[in-house]
């Protein structure tokens, strides 16, 4: 383990040189990938452009709590905005099943754009800082199990300036 003294001496000698506090914090972040990332692109101009599917929506709520934060269904966003959405245990005996999530881009044929946010889940959160979605109004289908094979199943529609 480094004493705080060489840790310093280290971080601010490279090569030889010394370095400045900000060129020291700049490689930090492009050596830890803490850098910050484009939006997601969710939905492609292609994809939006399709004919909206007309079939009807049952909603489920036997399993987890799906909760959307943001954005609010229905409201107006324009792009790109946040997406934020817990799911919560519905009993004390069943967990949530994250590897069972689906989202469906609801169009004349189901999109599943699931595995464009795998990487935005932690835990039993989906959180997407930033994503990108053409102008337009989209509906987005979601689909979870807990342990026990119960299932919710919840439709949010964004309008998208």
Same mark, same amino acid.
């Given at each position: 383990m480094f004493k705080? @003294? /060489?840790l310093m001496q280290a971080v601010l000698i490279c090569a030889g040189r010394s370095i400045t506090i900000a060129a020291m914090l700049a490689a930090v972040v492009l050596l830890t990938g803490c850098e910050s990332r484009p939006p997601l692109e969710l939905v492609t101009e292609e994809e939006a452009s399709q004919p909206?599917?007309? @079939?009807?929506?049952?909603?489920? !709520?036997? @399993?987890? !709590?799906?909760?959307?934060?943001?954005?609010?269904g229905g409201s107006t966003v324009q792009s790109p905005f946040p997406i934020h959405i817990?799911?919560?245990?519905?009993?004390?005996?069943?967990?949530?099943?994250?590897?069972?999530? /689906?989202?469906?881009?609801?169009?004349?044929w189901g999109i599943d754009i699931t595995d464009r946010v795998r !990487?935005? +889940? &932690?835990?039993?959160?989906l959180s997407v800082p930033e994503t990108d979605i053409p102008a337009g109004r989209h509906t987005i289908e +979601?689909?979870?199990? !807990? &342990?026990?094979?119960?299932?919710? &199943?919840?439709?949010?529609? +964004?309008?998208?300036?």
């Amino acid at each position: 383990m480094f004493k705080a @003294g /060489k840790l310093m001496q280290a971080v601010l000698i490279c090569a030889g040189r010394s370095i400045t506090i900000a060129a020291m914090l700049a490689a930090v972040v492009l050596l830890t990938g803490c850098e910050s990332r484009p939006p997601l692109e969710l939905v492609t101009e292609e994809e939006a452009s399709q004919p909206v599917t007309r @079939g009807s929506f049952e909603q489920q !709520d036997n @399993g987890p !709590d799906i909760r959307i934060l943001a954005p609010l269904g229905g409201s107006t966003v324009q792009s790109p905005f946040p997406i934020h959405i817990e799911f919560i245990s519905a009993g004390a005996t069943a967990a949530v099943n994250m590897a069972s999530l /689906k989202l469906t881009y609801m169009k004349l044929w189901g999109i599943d754009i699931t595995d464009r946010v795998r !990487d935005y +889940i &932690s835990g039993t959160t989906l959180s997407v800082p930033e994503t990108d979605i053409p102008a337009g109004r989209h509906t987005i289908e +979601i689909y979870i199990e !807990d &342990s026990n094979k119960n299932v919710s &199943s919840r439709q949010i529609t +964004i309008n998208v300036e």
